[in-house]
């Protein structure tokens, strides 16, 4: 620790900090343009000038680390003076054309000049004008108001994990430009509009939407990825206008991905339902709500009357809320049927319990890891930025995928294998294991298998310097590898091996209330996806599925449903993938909702309303509550979204997790030609969700890309 003061006040505090760090720590404000708590320190701007004392110039803040005993000024004459002449410069070719940019209300410049700059300019020549660049339809280049501060390609060479942008020529001609004729392709492009601090890059689809101070922020979460990133809603006249990051340093830092930026325009999509509507001599017709909820409960009154409580069978997303799982798992409990599922993109059913096995900043603490089956950019953009960070940090990557799709990290080693293959690599490593000290491997069916596989001296190798000392190992099941027909079997290989390392197990699943969704039908003995679809099924309710384009999963499920006679689906949405459906009921989307969501790590958010319901829908809880009175269920008479909460979580205990399981291994397994063949499909962010599938400027992003690219590669 070392003494110094800043603007006369004494302070303590770790050497190697930067000036600008410890002024923000004790909230003196340092003028700023360059610096960015997040990226590398650039000190080209000069914004930042203090006075230190027995030194003659002004210091950068930004780039001179604190020292024993120094007196640093941040607001003497001296500093004042540095301060202006620097803004003085800067506007020198920055246009004063704030009524029109979008920046406006918001801009660093516009407000650094007011408070740090001089009322009058000296500057009477001509200002210099760029050529504006075509970066993608995300971004809105102005560069003409560029101040060459490089955060936007630090940014996307350090967090982005390429150098998408550069800065071009010098002095008077320095500009920023991305390669020949090239957009910017990282997803998480749109952190660049958060840190340009003028407005040479503004977002294409808010451009001259709405000014900001007419926007209210209201917090809420993503849910079209397992992080649960926080997000800020800005909303007028009931309408969401942009979603900016919300800073969680725990989960999604200051940054977010591009998927959950820009897919609010999906929101007021033509698609949305915005009224009941049930199919009268196979024509759909609107109705108001009663007389949807009469036609579905006395169809549903008589499937159950024929063909019994267990012919019904029920379906819900991924994304939905604990209130609506609660709900939707107590309406089939009580009517009598176990036929409930979510995992609609899974082959496997045979492990419950997986979770990432750590927070999500501790991934950048690890030294050594494994990923198997995961296109980690397009699943979760953020967290392949926490295991970059690692990598920049001395750890190493190794990857086992299906796909060569560049993860932007550089690897330690790359297995590139059929996904049937999975299993494979991992009792290799186990058998490797095995032959470095046979006493690690504790489970029986384990030892059974990996003894009769032949040591692969690569393989051993390379898993003495995986294991090598202390370090902190973990490997991470990728989504791909849990949607295979191995999955359980690859939890319990993993699982098996990091205990045997004294290493971490994590799942990397993109379910974006996985978690949550496991703690509720842990207890209950229920029907999977795969009995269900073997099944006899008569009547058929599913929450917020689009069942054309979310259910994944290769167990032929669509074949049971088309065959029901009776199909409601819980909707946000409304097209011909619902064709052979008898009742919609509209949904709100879970902006327009309350709800809790348990994210990839176990924490736990609970979201409002950010906007009221489009149209006639309602909030899903709100619709199964009435269902299941209009059902003459019992206990169904809830007034908020807390009080079913309360039913999952109480609110002073502590939320218990169930631990890993997973059904017993085959010690007779050996490869097959079909596991060998298995192959995983890659989706692109883009298709990931309803919502996504329908935001516009995220759509044409992809058809650009793949354009640009014509063996589409992501
Ligand atoms: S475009 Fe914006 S972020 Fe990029 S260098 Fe210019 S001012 Fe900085
Ligand atoms: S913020 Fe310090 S030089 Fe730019």
């Known amino acids: 620790m070392i003494k110094l003061k800043i603007d006369g006040k004494s302070i303590e505090v770790e050497s190697k900090k930067t000036i600008i760090q410890v002024a923000d720590e004790i909230g003196i404000d340092i003028p700023r343009f360059c610096y960015h708590k997040k990226l590398s320190v650039a000190a080209n701007c000069r914004m930042c000038l203090v006075q230190v004392k027995n030194i003659g110039k002004p210091l950068p803040a930004c780039a001179t680390q604190v020292m024993d005993g120094m007196e640093v000024s941040t607001k003497t004459k001296f500093t004042k003076e540095a301060q202006q002449s620097v803004m003085e410069f800067l506007l020198i070719n920055h246009p004063l054309d704030c009524p029109i940019c979008d920046q406006g209300g918001e801009c660093d410049l516009q407000d650094t000049a007011v408070a740090y700059g001089t009322s009058q300019t000296r500057y009477a020549e001509e200002k210099r004008v760029v050529i504006n660049k075509n970066i993608g339809p995300l971004i809105s280049t102005d560069l003409t108001r560029c101040i060459q501060c490089t955060r936007c390609v630090r940014f996307l060479k350090e967090i982005g994990g390429v150098q998408e942008l550069g800065l071009v020529g010098r002095g008077e001609h320095a500009e920023i430009s991305a390669y020949v004729d090239k957009s910017v392709e990282s997803e998480l492009s749109g952190n660049i509009i958060d840190l340009c601090p003028v407005g040479a890059l503004t977002s294409k689809p808010f451009r001259y939407k709405a000014r900001t101070w007419e926007l209210i922020r209201r917090p809420t979460i993503s849910i079209h990825d397992s992080l649960g990133s926080n997000l800020e809603m800005h909303i007028k006249d009931d309408h969401v206008m942009r979603t900016l990051p919300k800073e969680n340093d725990e989960i999604n830092e200051c940054w977010?991905?591009?998927?959950?930026?820009?897919?609010?325009?999906g929101f007021y999509h033509s698609d949305r339902l915005l009224e009941p509507m049930i199919k009268k001599n196979k024509k759909w017709q609107k109705v108001d709500w009663e007389e949807a909820l009469d036609f579905f409960t006395q169809n549903i009154k008589k499937i159950i009357k024929r063909d019994g409580e267990d012919s019904l069978a029920f379906l819900h997303s991924p994304q939905s809320s604990l209130e609506e799982s609660y709900l939707i798992h107590k309406m089939a409990n009580q009517i009598g049927s176990s036929n409930i599922d979510y995992r609609i993109t899974q082959n496997n059913f045979d492990f419950s319990g997986a979770w990432l096995g750590c927070e999500i900043r501790e991934i950048e603490t690890f030294d050594n890891v494994i990923i198997i089956?995961?296109?980690?950019?397009?699943?979760?953009p953020l967290l392949a930025n926490r295991f970059?960070?690692?990598?920049?940090?001395?750890?190493?990557?190794?990857?086992?995928?299906?796909?060569?799709?560049?993860?932007?990290?550089?690897?330690?080693?790359?297995?590139?294998?059929?996904?049937?293959?999975?299993?494979l690599q991992l009792i290799k490593m186990l058998r490797a294991l095995y032959e470095i000290d046979p006493k690690k491997i504790k489970n029986e069916d384990v030892l059974n298998l990996i003894k009769k596989e032949k040591i692969n001296l690569d393989t051993l190798e390379w898993l003495k310097r995986f294991i090598r000392g202390r370090n902190k190992k973990a490997i991470f099941l990728g989504q791909s590898a849990l949607e295979t027909k191995d999955a359980g079997d690859l939890v319990l290989l993993a699982n098996a091996l990091t205990e045997s390392i004294s290493g971490i197990?994590?799942?990397?699943?993109?379910?974006?209330?996985?978690?949550?969704?496991d703690l509720i039908s842990h207890k209950q003995e229920l029907h999977n996806l795969k009995e269900i679809s073997e099944k006899n099924i008569s009547a058929f309710i599913a929450l917020n599925i689009d069942p054309k384009n979310d259910i994944r999963s290769k167990i032929n499920i669509l074949k049971t449903i088309n065959k029901a006679k009776f199909k409601t689906a819980i909707t946000p949405y409304f097209g011909e993938e619902f064709d052979s459906f008898d009742c919609v009921l509209p949904m709100a989307i879970f902006t327009e909702s309350s709800g809790s969501y348990i994210n990839i790590a176990r924490k736990l958010q609970t979201i409002k309303a950010v906007t009221s319901p489009k149209g006639q829908a309602r909030p899903a809880w709100k619709i199964l509550r009435v269902l299941g009175n209009y059902l003459g269920l019992d206990d169904f008479e809830y007034d908020s979204s807390d009080e079913v909460l309360c039913k999952v979580v109480h609110p002073k205990k502590r939320l218990t997790f169930p631990s890993i399981s997973t059904k017993s291994l085959d010690p007779n397994w050996t490869l097959s030609i079909d596991d060998a063949n298995e192959t995983s499909e890659?989706?692109?962010?883009?298709?990931?969700?309803?919502?996504?599938?329908?935001?516009?400027?995220?759509?044409?992003?992809?058809?650009?890309?793949?354009?640009?690219?014509k063996k589409g590669v992501l």
């Open 256 to 265: 977010i991905s591009d998927r959950d930026r820009f897919s609010y325009e």
């Open 373 to 380: 089956g995961s296109n980690l950019r397009l699943d979760q």
């Open 388 to 423: 970059r960070k690692m990598v920049n940090n001395g750890g190493k990557l190794t990857l086992i995928n299906s796909s060569d799709h560049d993860p932007l990290i550089p690897l330690e080693k790359k297995i590139i294998c059929k996904s049937g293959e999975y299993k």
């Open 505 to 517: 197990f994590g799942s990397l699943s993109n379910y974006p209330n996985g978690v949550g969704l």
């Open 682 to 709: 890659i989706f692109s962010l883009e298709q990931s969700d309803m919502i996504v599938r329908r935001a516009a400027s995220l759509q044409e992003k992809k058809r650009k890309q793949l354009a640009n690219n």
